[in-house]
């Protein structure tokens, strides 16, 4: 009895199934009944599947049970369709569920707002389900979740329409992409094959290079073997009181031999290390010319004569003129009463002032200046007319010598600088690149004498 009891539950539910399909109004009598709801709580597959199938048919054939059944039969229905989505139940029971609430929804699209206010997780369970074989019912259910209207609804299908005309887009580009793919690794193995075809030949060549070297080996130790037999056959002719003597002499050109070639390469390494030292002291003279040339301008820029702004040409004047009487043609200047001509008389009185108080100024300047190059080129000038210091007189060393103790002092440290510098090393001597303990003499020594010279002045 056991064993037919579902066979007989089976036969049970057609029977059912085509009553009410042939009366409808049966179909209310079967929703408000208790026992549907405790029959769907079942854990047997077959019967929970055959239950919810029951729910889905009544509303299919009776789209108006819906609405009159009360609010507690509803929401017991609708949890325990929720349920069976989230407990990880069978599959197949998971995907009948998921039908009768897309069948509920289609019959009473009110429920939709149910499904969003009071199960508010049912998108996150039908992502549980992916994968599971009942896909397309997954997405129907979705796509009323989201959209909550018949229309929005439409217009989701519209959607997939597009998303399956993209799909296939893909596809056909994914088509075309495996093609170039395919295309592009035939390719590689040919330039590969071509790589290996090389290597083959190369390993070819170093073989036959190497037999080369072997045979020419093998031909060397031939014909030292032929001159030794020869040797020995002349040996074997000669006397035996010349046999040290042409001993001797075969080892004294074996000795010359031996030395021109020992000699032959000292000399090239000698020649080497000389070539390298001249290369060295070419690169030394290189860098003293080009700090020396860099000297020079420097010396040659800082003895520029200071020139004064130039005047303005006829032309220039002429252009000037023409373009203030233009300006004035084109703003009018306005009448102004003697209140403002005096206001503007004063602001021009008070600039005019300052000019001439900066001018004055630059002109005092310009004096000093011109009074130090004065100076400066006396200076050249005796220094470039003074005797040398073997003939040099009691009157010269007086013109020469100077009442000055800071001018004497620096003229003295720069004797000695030049003396140090004249014994000192190539590499000493480009102290103002480096900045070395030369050049801050030398600065000191220029600033003492600009000092003085100001003094002086």
């Known amino acids: 009895m056991n064993e037919n009891l579902p066979e007989l539950f089976s036969q049970v ?14 179909v209310g009598v079967v929703s408000r009944s208790p026992l549907l709801c405790k029959m769907l709580i079942t854990d047997d597959i077959k019967t929970a599947c055959k239950i919810i199938a029951v729910i889905s048919q009544c509303c299919r054939i009776n789209r108006t049970v819906l609405p009159n059944l009360p609010e507690e039969v509803t929401v017991s229905l609708l949890d325990e369709l929720v349920y069976k989505l989230s407990s990880r139940c069978h599959p197949e029971v998971a995907a009948a569920s998921c039908r009768a609430l897309y069948t509920l929804a289609q019959c009473h699209p009110p429920l939709l707002l149910t499904y969003t206010n009071r199960y508010k997780g049912l998108l996150f369970l039908l992502n549980r389900w992916d994968g599971r074989g009942f896909q397309p019912d997954l997405e129907n259910l979705r796509d009323l979740l989201d959209v909550q209207s018949s229309r929005t609804a439409e217009l989701q299908e519209v959607d997939r329409a597009a998303a399956r005309i993209q799909a296939t887009w893909r596809s056909h580009r994914s088509r075309v992409e495996m093609r170039r793919v395919d295309r592009a690794i035939a390719t590689l193995q040919r330039s590969f094959r071509t790589k290996l075809d090389v290597k083959e030949r190369r390993r ?8 080369l070297e072997n045979q020419l080996l093998a031909a060397r130790r031939q014909r030292i073997r032929r001159f030794h037999e020869q040797q020995l056959e002349v040996l074997e002719g000669l006397p035996a009181r010349q046999v040290d003597r042409h001993m001797e002499g075969v080892e004294v050109r074996a000795a010359t031999a031996i030395q021109s070639r020992w000699r032959g390469r000292r000399t090239r390494e000698s020649f080497r290390e000389q070539r390298e030292s001249l290369a060295r002291n070419r690169s030394a003279r290189l860098i003293q010319r080009c700090v020396r040339r ?40 306005r009448e102004l009463d003697e209140e403002q001509l005096a206001g503007l008389h004063n602001d021009a009185y008070d600039r005019l002032k300052r000019h001439l108080a900066v001018t004055g100024a630059t002109r005092h300047a310009e004096t000093r200046r011109e009074a130090l190059l004065a100076a400066m080129e006396t200076d050249s000038q005796l220094l470039l007319t003074a005797p040398h210091c073997s003939n040099a007189s009691p009157d010269d060393q007086q013109t020469y010598s100077s009442k000055s103790v ?10 000695k600088y030049m003396v140090a510098m004249e014994t000192a090393p190539w590499f000493k001597k480009l102290w103002e690149d480096d900045g070395g303990c030369y050049g801050n003499d030398i600065v000191d020594i220029d600033k003492q004498l600009k000092v003085e010279s100001i003094n002086l002045f």
């Open 13 to 26: 539910i057609d029977s059912l199934s085509n009553l009410y399909s042939i009366y409808p109004d049966l």
């Open 204 to 211: 070819e060549q170093e073989h036959l290079a190497k037999e």
């Open 294 to 333: 860099w000297l020079e301008r420097r010396r040659r820029r800082a003895a520029r004569v200071w020139k004064g702004p130039t005047g303005v040409s006829a032309e220039r004047r002429r252009q000037l003129v023409e373009t203030i009487q233009q300006e004035r043609r084109t703003f009018v200047p």
């Open 406 to 415: 800071p001018i004497a002092t620096a003229a003295k440290k720069n004797h």
